[in-house]
């Protein structure tokens, strides 16, 4: 019985750290984007409109002093919540 609890203590720790990578999504980007700079807006102004353009003006675009701690994982969890294709 003991070794049942223990295991499904462990399950659901895991899944609750699973979940929070995937939970990622726009909090790395929230850090610095926050009210009137928030990411969707960035996006609308930047006219960014696929997860490609994302990437090219977070990695390559005039700001890209900026994005340098975030990997592609973080830019393509952004472009997931922002809906980006
Ligand atoms: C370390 C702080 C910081 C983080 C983290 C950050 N940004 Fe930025 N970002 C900035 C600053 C500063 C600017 C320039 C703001 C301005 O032009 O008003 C900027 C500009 C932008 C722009 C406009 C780019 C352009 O070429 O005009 C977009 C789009 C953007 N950020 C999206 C994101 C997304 C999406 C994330 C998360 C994956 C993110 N940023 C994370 C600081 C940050």
């Not at 929230?30 to 928030?38: P, R, V």
């Given at each position: 019985m003991k070794k049942c609890l223990a295991l499904l203590?462990t399950?659901?720790?895991?899944?609750?750290?699973?979940?929070?990578?995937?939970?990622?999504?726009?909090?790395?980007?929230?850090?610095?984007?926050?009210?009137?700079?928030?990411?969707?807006?960035?996006?609308?102004?930047?006219?960014?409109?696929?997860?490609?353009?994302?990437?090219?003006?977070?990695?390559?675009?005039?700001?890209?002093?900026?994005?340098?701690?975030?990997?592609?994982?973080?830019?393509?969890?952004?472009?997931?919540?922002?809906?980006?294709?």
């Amino acid at each position: 019985m003991k070794k049942c609890l223990a295991l499904l203590v462990t399950v659901i720790v895991s899944l609750s750290i699973a979940s929070f990578g995937f939970a990622a999504g726009l909090d790395k980007c929230e850090k610095c984007h926050k009210g009137d700079k928030a990411p969707d807006k960035m996006i609308a102004k930047a006219k960014i409109g696929t997860a490609a353009d994302l990437m090219k003006a977070l990695k390559e675009g005039p700001k890209k002093g900026m994005h340098k701690s975030l990997t592609e994982d973080d830019i393509n969890g952004a472009a997931g919540a922002l809906e980006l294709k």
